[in-house]
């Protein structure tokens, strides 16, 4: 069985790491290069920036700063926010990260994903899902709509047939965030995270809402997730990532030991 990844999430705006809560009132909280070396010493499995507001702007990302963080870290490096060509894949991946991640891009053109896999590698494409709970209807039979724009244009897209689509389109990854614990520290979503995760087949990584370890143990074992995304009990110096990882390993979740 492979190890669970523990993840970190900086998410950044205007070259500074910032966090709120359900994409609401955001502060900043440090510097994005500073906190990824941190991390990546402190046992970091993966790191993922985003740049939170690039699609919103209809901008390109600050590869500036990507390459910044790449050349800090060590570990495997994902990077989202503002992703809309083949050639913002490139330029990500020649500044230094692993893998690029895809959302409101692949929404508004699903063969950006097809593409990206081709040219540089299933691997390499990671699907950022932003997601609400809402009623079941005959459009989203799953009750969870997709949401783009960072949280601000619902789709219509019912999560689970959108997580299909994108695996069939050449997706190596899913990143699944829930809007609705986003920030929350009340932990994960683990109903939407279990559904998705035991329908596709590839790795699904858990998104929002993580509060403690045991938030971690529960999505990781009951939500099925491959991988879990930290960030404010992090980012505030409440837990350590190797605190976190002990932890996992005491109630036999399989971790990278680093410590």
């Not at 990671?126 to 609400?132: C, N, R």
């Not at 009623?135 to 949280?151: D, M, T």
């Amino acid at each position: 069985m492979l190890s669970k990844r523990i993840i970190p999430c900086l998410d950044v705006h205007a070259g500074r790491t910032t966090k709120g809560v359900k994409f609401k009132n955001n502060v900043d909280i440090g510097d994005p290069v500073e906190m990824a070396r941190m991390y990546y010493e402190g046992g970091a499995d993966e790191l993922v920036f985003y740049d939170i507001t690039a699609s919103h702007e209809n901008r390109d990302i600050m590869i500036d700063v990507v390459r910044r963080v790449a050349e800090t870290i060590f570990i495997p490096f994902s990077v989202g926010g503002g992703i809309r060509t083949l050639e913002d894949m490139r330029q990500v991946l020649l500044a230094g990260a692993e893998k690029v991640s895809v959302n409101s891009a692949a929404v508004r053109n699903p063969d950006i994903i097809a593409r990206g896999a081709a040219a540089f590698g299933s691997q390499c494409i990671v699907l950022g899902m932003d997601v609400k709970k809402v009623e079941k209807s005959e459009k989203i039979p799953s009750g969870y709509e997709i949401v783009i724009n960072g949280g601000r244009q619902y789709m219509g897209m019912d999560a689970l047939a959108w997580a299909l689509e994108a695996q069939a389109l050449g997706a190596g990854e899913i990143c699944l965030n829930s809007i609705d614990a986003d920030g929350t520290k009340d932990g994960y979503e683990l109903t939407l995270t279990e559904l998705i995760a035991t329908r596709v087949n590839i790795p699904v990584i858990a998104s929002g809402g993580a509060g403690t370890p045991v938030h971690l143990k529960d999505v990781l074992t009951a939500g099925k997730a491959d991988a879990a995304l930290i960030a404010s009990m992090v980012h505030y110096g409440t837990y350590t990532v190797a605190g976190i990882k002990q932890y996992l390993a005491d109630q036999g979740v399989r971790v990278r030991q680093t410590w």
